[in-house]
């Protein structure tokens, strides 16, 4: 047997249940892993909540790294023992040991940690493809960065000042402010109120060529308002709850703008693609261009405390839950 937090029902976080459960057989093209850290995500809370529909009941969590302890039958590129690390699903991290596709691991070099990888690879590549694919960011431009002090936005924020850009930065409160001004936001906004009058003051009234937006709902108005014309507005997340219907003429009023709502699962679905971005990834990090803060860990039998804070905006950086 091994021990996994089952949700039965769609609801809170108490709906969040610490049970034994089978331990899995790798089928063939898996592997069975023993985790060492389980990251913890948004997205995580879109499926407890049944934002995101799975078939109930269901293991929730989409990235972790471990140990390979077993192999199925076809299994090529990885060997028991080998240090792996994944992202992006199937569903069934918040598990001591899970089975997954060899296709969906990355070898984990030696100078990552279990803890890091746990904590990045979900949000780092997730940074990876906003940066690099959806809008590649390119030395001297300025760009708006929500979210600022959270897991993906600390590392946009590293990474794009690395890339040469200037980060503006959005954040809820004046700590966070300083957490994002240290991980390389040259502005930071604390709070909505007049982002849009705030962005046009700090560009000269140039406006930003991209917004990287992962709050949805309450900032997608002013996001596009701040935008300059063909600017993009890149919606990555629903925090505040999903984005409304969108009138397409308001892009065109706006200054013809272009919208797009991305997913790490479409960037990766190909087993290069996949590889590429985790190397690209690991390269950055070990080169200390950007550093992953695991700034909360919470055991895994409490996850429901840990998507407590992490609703309420208590986290900063990232968080990982241990088994």
């Known amino acids: 047997m091994t021990k996994a937090i089952r949700i039965h029902a769609n609801g809170g976080p108490e709906v969040m249940r610490w049970e034994d459960v089978p331990t899995p057989e790798p089928a063939r093209g898996e592997v069975l892993i023993r ?40 299994v090529t590129e990885l060997e028991v023992g080998d240090r792996i690390a994944y992202a992006g699903g199937p569903v069934g991290a918040y598990a001591t040991e899970r089975v997954i596709a060899e296709d969906r691991l990355v070898k984990l070099p030696e100078a990552i940690g279990f803890e890091t990888a746990a904590a990045m690879m979900l949000q780092g590549l997730t940074a990876q493809y906003l940066l690099h694919r ?28 690395h890339l ?20 390389g936001a040259a502005h930071v906004i604390v709070g909505q109120t007049n982002l849009a009058a705030e962005v046009k003051r700090l560009t000269g009234g140039a406006m930003v060529p991209v917004v990287y937006d992962s709050v949805g709902r309450d ?41 797009t709502r991305p997913t790490l699962a479409t960037y990766t679905a190909k087993r290069a ?23 909360q860990t919470f055991p895994l039998s409490a996850a429901a405390a840990a998507h407590t804070a992490l609703e309420a905006r208590q986290t900063t950086g990232s968080t990982v839950l241990l088994p």
């Not at 948004?42 to 078939?55: C, E, F, P, Q, S």
């Not at 959806?134 to 000042?161: E, S, Y």
């Not at 996001?223 to 003429?249: E, N, R, Y």
């Open 273 to 295: 693609e996949l590889v590429a971005m985790a190397n690209d990834l690991f390269s950055v990090v070990a080169s200390g261009a950007v550093v992953i803060r695991v700034n």
């Open 134 to 161: 959806t809008f590649p960011v390119t030395a001297g431009q300025t760009i708006l960065v929500h979210a600022a002090a959270g897991g993906v936005g600390l590392i946009l924020c590293q990474w794009a000042k």
């Open 35 to 74: 985790h060492a850290a389980v990251g913890l995500n948004y997205i995580d809370v879109y499926y407890r909540t049944g934002l995101y529909k799975t078939a109930l009941p269901a293991t929730i969590g989409m990235e972790g790294s471990g140990t390979v302890l077993a192999l199925g039958e076809g």
């Open 219 to 259: 900032t997608f108005t002013a996001s596009l308002d701040s935008l300059a014309p063909l600017g993009m507005m890149v919606t990555f997340g629903s925090a505040s709850g999903p984005v409304p219907p969108v009138d397409v003429g308001m892009l065109s009023a706006k200054g013809s703008l272009f919208l």
């Open 164 to 183: 040469g850009a200037t980060v503006i930065g959005v954040v809820s409160t004046a700590e966070k402010a300083e957490l994002a001004h240290q991980h």
